[in-house]
């Protein structure tokens, strides 16, 4: 590492605790151990035991909860830069993991010990929840220096420890740290997907309403799991749709035998060329069928790679709820909400495919569209669930090319 890196790291291993005497003298209760050998001392809360994965982190202000049961962070340890996590609660509403439970997130660390909630949806404390979930947490992390050395390095392996009597084989964590094999070659779709086809039908949350039903569909939409999340599925209810959802491995038969208008790739965790070994060929026959496509983060990856793209291992990846991109359709910036680690190269598509969207933070690959076909994909996720909503149109999108399509 250089100079920069090595300060961030001393900073990482040794500055949490000097900046934060109220539990200076106090054991550690929880470790996070980076693959490099670092080890990172805190408080514990929510489950105990030991999980590894990729450490993230994630910008986001609000959304906390959706953040933590999107099944696209699987394999995943959330660092979060906002400092104040938990001071909403949680609820049963605001699962995104259409599973209900947990979408599979590794851990999260925390700036701020966990405090009691304070909103009129609470019903269950945070710490409480993850406790539920199976989620480890560690608390009293300087999130500030841990970020800066992601943006430094890349995004690291790590294993993330909680023992309230802060008993901890720090050498066996390293070596579980530096064998974890990281995220490029895994296929993680196969571990949040649908286990079987179920139907929906749920619209969107509205003040005082609370989630409504779709009764009088337009279109019928196929929308394929590759650990989605739920607020997709009530945006394009509410947009008209009747849903079926199927698990990632369904085929292009199995999917156009139910006579859909149009099919949906979802988002999911894990390499978009690892999924793709079984899921891109089909991906490549829906297309060809004619029938109107939209993707979505790890759909759109494996989209680009049906379409003879190629995808890449991201430095440190776009996570939160505050990136802007640039729509060349419109010719419009939106804000949106963001989660992979893996982008598609824009140099690797071919002539029949143009860029419709690039991130203004980096200038990666963010939308994609076929020229001659109904045919489209963004990278990051308009279902604002968290996050803002500029991004709503691409549903509008999705139903206008279906019903073009009906009247040809």
């Known amino acids: 590492m250089n100079d920069r890196a090595d300060t961030l790291a001393q900073e ?35 489950a105990t035991g030991i999980a590894v994965g990729e450490v993230c982190f994630n910008t986001a202000m609000t959304g906390y909860q959706e953040i933590l049961t999107d099944p696209s962070y699987a394999g995943q340890i959330i660092t979060f830069t906002f400092p104040h996590i938990g001071n909403v609660g949680t609820n049963d509403e605001d699962m995104e993991s259409a599973s209900l439970a947990a979408g599979g997130v590794r851990g999260c660390v925390l700036r701020a010990s966990i405090t009691a909630p304070s909103n009129w949806r609470a019903s269950q404390h945070l710490d409480v929840w993850l406790k539920a979930h199976g989620i480890i947490a560690i608390t009293r992390i300087d ?45 993680l779709a196969k571990d949040v997907t649908a286990g079987q086809s179920y139907g929906w039908n749920e619209t969107e949350w509205r003040w005082g309403e609370g989630y409504g039903r779709q009764e009088a569909p337009r279109f019928h939409v196929v929308a394929i799991d590759y650990g989605l999340k739920r607020n997709i599925l009530r ?21 156009l035998e139910r ?21 891109v060929p089909e991906i490549r026959k829906l297309v060809d069928s004619g029938l109107p496509v939209f993707g979505i983060c790890l759909g759109h990856q494996m989209l680009g790679l049906a379409l003879g793209g190629t995808t ?17 359709t419109t010719e419009k910036v939106e804000i949106t909400s963001m989660n992979h680690g893996f982008a598609v190269d824009r140099e690797s598509l071919p002539a029949t495919v143009e860029e419709t969207h690039v991130s203004l933070f980096d200038g990666s690959n963010c939308g994609l569209k076929v020229k001659d076909r109904p045919v489209f994909s963004v990278q990051y996720h308009p279902e604002a669930s968290p996050g803002p909503q500029d991004s709503h149109y691409l549903f509008t999108r999705f139903v206008e090319l279906m019903q073009a399509r009906k009247r040809a």
């Open 143 to 187: 999130t500030r220096a841990l970020t800066a050395l992601i943006r430094e390095n890349g995004m690291p392996n790590a294993a993330i420890a909680h023992d309230p009597d802060g008993r901890f084989e720090v050498e066996a964590l390293k070596r579980e740290a530096a064998a974890w094999p990281g995220m490029v070659g895994l296929d």
């Open 312 to 328: 890449a291992k991201m430095h440190q990846g776009h996570h939160g709820a505050n990136h802007p991109v640039k729509d060349f």
């Open 235 to 255: 945006d394009l209810a509410s947009a008209g749709c009747r849903l079926t959802v199927v698990p990632a491995t369904a085929t292009a038969q199995e999917i």
């Open 12 to 46: 990482a291993a040794s500055s949490r605790v000097r900046a934060l005497p109220d539990w200076a003298d106090q054991a550690p209760t929880a470790l996070l151990v980076l693959a490099d050998g670092t080890v990172i001392e805190g408080r514990g809360a929510g």
């Open 259 to 279: 006579k859909p208008d149009g099919i949906f790739l979802s988002n999911g965790p894990g390499d978009p060329a690892a999924t793709g070994i079984y899921a």
